[in-house]
Protein backbone atom coordinates (compact mmCIF):
# COMPACT_ATOMS: atom_id res chain seq x y z
CA UNK A 1 0.00 0.00 0.00
CA UNK A 2 1.30 3.82 -0.83
CA UNK A 3 0.81 6.08 1.89
CA UNK A 4 1.93 9.69 2.13
CA UNK A 5 2.93 10.42 5.85
CA UNK A 6 1.88 13.73 7.42
CA UNK A 7 3.68 14.26 11.22
CA UNK A 8 6.30 16.28 12.89
CA UNK A 9 7.07 15.22 16.82
CA UNK A 10 8.52 12.63 18.74
CA UNK A 11 4.99 11.59 19.10
CA UNK A 12 4.40 10.99 15.50
CA UNK A 13 7.57 8.86 15.40
CA UNK A 14 6.63 5.89 16.01
CA UNK A 15 3.44 5.89 14.18
CA UNK A 16 6.02 6.39 10.71
CA UNK A 17 8.66 3.63 11.95
CA UNK A 18 5.45 0.86 12.21
CA UNK A 19 4.12 2.51 8.67
CA UNK A 20 7.65 2.18 7.16
CA UNK A 21 7.90 -1.74 8.47
CA UNK A 22 4.61 -2.99 6.98
CA UNK A 23 4.23 -0.46 3.86
CA UNK A 24 5.68 1.64 1.40
CA UNK A 25 5.37 5.18 2.85
CA UNK A 26 6.45 7.03 -0.35
CA UNK A 27 6.64 10.82 0.86
CA UNK A 28 6.95 12.29 4.42
CA UNK A 29 5.25 15.87 5.01
CA UNK A 30 6.52 17.85 8.42
CA UNK A 31 6.95 21.32 9.43
CA UNK A 32 9.76 23.57 8.09
CA UNK A 33 13.19 23.01 10.18
CA UNK A 34 12.96 25.37 13.40
CA UNK A 35 15.16 27.30 15.22
CA UNK A 36 16.21 25.66 18.67
CA UNK A 37 17.72 26.58 22.38
CA UNK A 38 19.88 29.69 22.82
CA UNK A 39 22.27 29.50 19.77
CA UNK A 40 18.94 29.50 17.33
CA UNK A 41 20.15 26.11 15.66
CA UNK A 42 18.19 25.30 12.53
CA UNK A 43 16.98 21.76 13.59
CA UNK A 44 14.71 19.24 11.92
CA UNK A 45 11.82 17.85 13.60
CA UNK A 46 11.69 13.98 14.30
CA UNK A 47 9.62 12.66 11.30
CA UNK A 48 12.29 14.12 8.96
CA UNK A 49 15.20 12.88 10.64
CA UNK A 50 13.26 9.45 10.75
CA UNK A 51 12.40 9.41 6.59
CA UNK A 52 15.64 10.98 5.91
CA UNK A 53 17.47 7.69 7.47
CA UNK A 54 14.86 5.65 5.76
CA UNK A 55 15.29 7.37 1.88
CA UNK A 56 12.31 8.81 1.74
CA UNK A 57 11.53 11.86 -0.04
CA UNK A 58 10.54 14.74 2.28
CA UNK A 59 8.26 17.84 1.92
CA UNK A 60 8.21 20.63 4.18
CA UNK A 61 5.46 23.37 3.04
CA UNK A 62 4.72 26.42 5.28
CA UNK A 63 1.00 26.49 4.22
CA UNK A 64 -0.07 23.37 2.73
CA UNK A 65 -2.88 24.56 1.98
CA UNK A 66 -0.82 26.76 -0.75
CA UNK A 67 0.99 23.78 -1.88
CA UNK A 68 -0.88 20.08 -1.63
CA UNK A 69 -0.89 19.07 -5.15
CA UNK A 70 2.59 17.51 -4.99
CA UNK A 71 0.51 14.91 -2.32
CA UNK A 72 -1.99 14.46 -5.06
CA UNK A 73 0.16 13.87 -7.72
CA UNK A 74 1.57 10.74 -6.13
CA UNK A 75 -1.77 9.27 -6.09
CA UNK A 76 -1.41 7.67 -2.72
CA UNK A 77 -3.53 4.83 -1.35
CA UNK A 78 -3.94 6.64 1.90
CA UNK A 79 -2.86 9.63 4.11
CA UNK A 80 -1.80 9.19 7.43
CA UNK A 81 -1.66 11.55 10.25
CA UNK A 82 0.23 12.11 13.63
CA UNK A 83 0.16 15.31 14.90
CA UNK A 84 1.50 17.25 11.53
CA UNK A 85 0.01 20.38 13.24
CA UNK A 86 -1.66 22.24 10.43
CA UNK A 87 -5.18 21.25 9.21
CA UNK A 88 -5.58 19.63 5.74
CA UNK A 89 -7.56 20.80 2.89
CA UNK A 90 -10.50 19.99 2.11
CA UNK A 91 -9.54 19.48 -1.40
CA UNK A 92 -6.83 16.97 -0.15
CA UNK A 93 -8.99 14.72 1.82
CA UNK A 94 -11.86 14.65 -0.20
CA UNK A 95 -9.61 13.25 -3.04
CA UNK A 96 -7.51 10.72 -0.61
CA UNK A 97 -8.47 8.62 2.34
CA UNK A 98 -7.00 10.16 5.38
CA UNK A 99 -6.64 8.35 8.68
CA UNK A 100 -5.73 10.61 11.87
CA UNK A 101 -3.80 8.87 14.73
CA UNK A 102 -4.89 11.42 17.42
CA UNK A 103 -3.92 11.65 21.13
CA UNK A 104 -6.70 11.22 23.29
CA UNK A 105 -9.59 9.41 23.83
CA UNK A 106 -12.04 11.37 21.80
CA UNK A 107 -14.44 13.49 21.54
CA UNK A 108 -11.88 14.11 24.84
CA UNK A 109 -9.52 17.00 23.80
CA UNK A 110 -10.08 17.45 20.34
CA UNK A 111 -7.05 19.85 18.98
CA UNK A 112 -3.97 20.40 19.02
CA UNK A 113 -2.17 19.71 22.33
CA UNK A 114 -4.31 16.52 23.26
CA UNK A 115 -1.28 15.00 25.63
CA UNK A 116 -0.55 17.95 27.56
CA UNK A 117 -4.35 18.75 28.31
CA UNK A 118 -4.25 15.10 29.69
CA UNK A 119 -1.40 15.72 31.99
CA UNK A 120 -2.63 19.28 33.07
CA UNK A 121 -5.83 17.76 33.95
CA UNK A 122 -4.28 14.92 36.07
CA UNK A 123 -5.93 12.39 33.81
CA UNK A 124 -5.73 8.70 35.30
CA UNK A 125 -5.88 7.98 31.78
CA UNK A 126 -5.48 8.74 28.28
CA UNK A 127 -5.42 6.81 25.19
CA UNK A 128 -5.51 7.38 21.27
CA UNK A 129 -7.62 7.16 18.74
CA UNK A 130 -7.49 6.31 15.11
CA UNK A 131 -9.85 7.87 12.68
CA UNK A 132 -11.07 8.81 9.41
CA UNK A 133 -10.51 12.59 8.86
CA UNK A 134 -13.25 14.75 8.00
CA UNK A 135 -12.75 18.64 7.22
CA UNK A 136 -13.98 19.41 10.57
CA UNK A 137 -10.98 19.33 12.92
CA UNK A 138 -10.83 15.54 15.00
CA UNK A 139 -14.47 14.92 14.21
CA UNK A 140 -14.31 11.48 11.31
CA UNK A 141 -15.28 8.12 12.20
CA UNK A 142 -13.67 6.41 14.92
CA UNK A 143 -11.89 3.23 13.78
CA UNK A 144 -9.87 2.50 16.83
CA UNK A 145 -9.60 3.61 20.49
CA UNK A 146 -6.84 2.29 22.97
CA UNK A 147 -6.57 3.68 26.48
CA UNK A 148 -3.58 3.20 28.35
Same mark, same amino acid.
Given at each position: ?5 M?T?E????V????I *??H ?5 ? /???D??V? +???? &?? !?????E??? *? ?7 ? /? ?6 ? +???? &?? !????I??A???M ?5 ? /? ?11 L????GG?P??K????L??? /? ?5 K ?5 D????Y ?5
Open positions: MKLVFGPFAVPLENL *KHEVILVV /TQPKPG +RKRI &LT !PPPVKLAI *KNNIPVFQP /TRLRDDYQ +RIID &LK !PDYITAYGQLPKELI /TKIHAINVHGSLPKYRAIQSIMNDEV /TGITIMMEYKMSGDIYQEAI
